[in-house]
């Protein structure tokens, strides 16, 4: 009998860590995110806000500037402005863009943001 309440406890407590961690994520996640990027074809700098509605719900702002490299020149810099929503999932700790389905993994821990193999910093 001691060991089925041992058992018992102990799955409490991890299902109560995991929503410890999920939660850490979650109130990580408003917040200004930077990322800066540099080929021999452009130079880019991302800027991605987040901002919560309500529940697991999100805005996010996406402000591109980038310029484009041609024969070792630079071309005038071009921006894009791009505004969409999102839904963070508990049991994956993750934020899925509704639109084009793009995934945020979160690492308050680091201070960062991953989007595919990009690295965002969060300065705010």
Known sequence: ??????????????IAACQNKSAKVQSFIDGIYVNHAQSEYAI?????????????????????????????????????????????DNSTELLNETTTGRVFRFNPDKGILILKQAIYRKIN
């Open 1 to 14: 009998m001691k060991n089925k309440a041992k058992i018992m406890l102990c799955g409490i407590a991890l």
């Open 44 to 88: 880019a700098d991302d800027t991605l806000i987040f901002t919560h509605t309500n529940n697991q719900h999100y805005v996010i702002t996406r402000n591109t500037g980038y310029q484009a490299i041609r024969n070792g020149k630079l071309l005038p810099k071009r921006r894009k402005l791009e505004k969409v929503e999102g839904d963070y």
